[in-house]
């Protein structure tokens, strides 16, 4: 199977903007989460998708959003980029069901984010 | 916040067996030991999990010790492409991991 993709890989904005991020699963897995990485405070979780739903979310500004689509493929926006956003954006899936079976999370190379 | 402990850098020489403790004190039940580690400017790569019993796969092993308050990540013959961090996670069944600081190991020629 192929596994989590994750695009553009690069990308440079300018304080003010708006950026989206794509994150496709591997084939069959429902459940999307995205996670930002930043050398100051490391990994940290952003919000999960599970069958188009927001079933979890972290301790992120309402500036940072996301969706899913019925393909189970995911984006993720933040609007009003602030410097601090400057970051890695990391995607993960699995084929987490909502009966409670526990599954592995399974990261894609991430989205490099630069804000000037 | 994490729920684990984990020293920030290790040392092994090359070809030696790599151990990386973890100390999750106040675990729950139901909450499972995940291994993941992370090469540079790379995504996290998922390498192992366990509840209770002794763990291992063609990648690692994993032992938890009986109390199930703390664990080892077993790496049988460290190489160079070993060099990572290296997350301890625990967690519960469909719920967000949460990462903390995670061991550095050096692999060291």
């Known amino acids: 199977k192929a596994g989590v993709t994750q695009t553009p890989r690069y990308l440079i904005k300018t304080r003010g903007q708006q950026v989206t991020l794509s994150c496709s699963p591997i084939?069959?897995?429902?459940?999307v989460s995205w996670y930002q990485q930043t050398p100051g405070q490391g990994l940290q979780f952003l919000f999960e998708y599970f069958s188009e739903t927001q079933r979890n979310k972290g301790n992120f500004p309402g500036r940072f959003s996301g969706r899913q689509f019925s393909n189970s493929r995911s984006e993720m926006n933040v609007s009003t980029l602030e410097l601090g956003d400057s970051a890695l954006y990391l995607c993960?899936?699995?084929?987490?069901?909502?009966?409670?079976?526990?599954?592995?999370?399974?990261f894609g190379p991430g989205t490099r984010l630069l804000v000037l | 916040d994490a729920k684990t402990t984990q020293p920030p850098s290790m040392d092994c020489a090359e070809g030696r067996a790599a151990n990386l403790p973890c100390n999750h004190s106040t675990i729950s039940g139901n909450e499972y030991v995940y291994w993941y580690r992370q090469i540079h400017s790379q995504g996290p790569q998922y390498i192992i999990h366990g509840l209770k019993n002794n763990e291992t796969n063609e990648m690692a092993s994993l032992i938890i010790t009986e109390d199930r308050k703390s664990s080892t990540l077993i790496l049988p013959h460290a190489t160079l492409r070993d060099t990572a961090v290296y997350y301890c996670i625990v967690r519960v069944v469909d719920d967000k991991i949460i990462f903390g600081k995670g061991t550095r190991l050096h692999i060291l020629p």
């Open positions: 084939s069959g897995h429902r459940s």
């Open positions: 993960a899936s699995s084929s987490s069901t909502s009966g409670g079976l526990q599954e592995t999370q399974y």
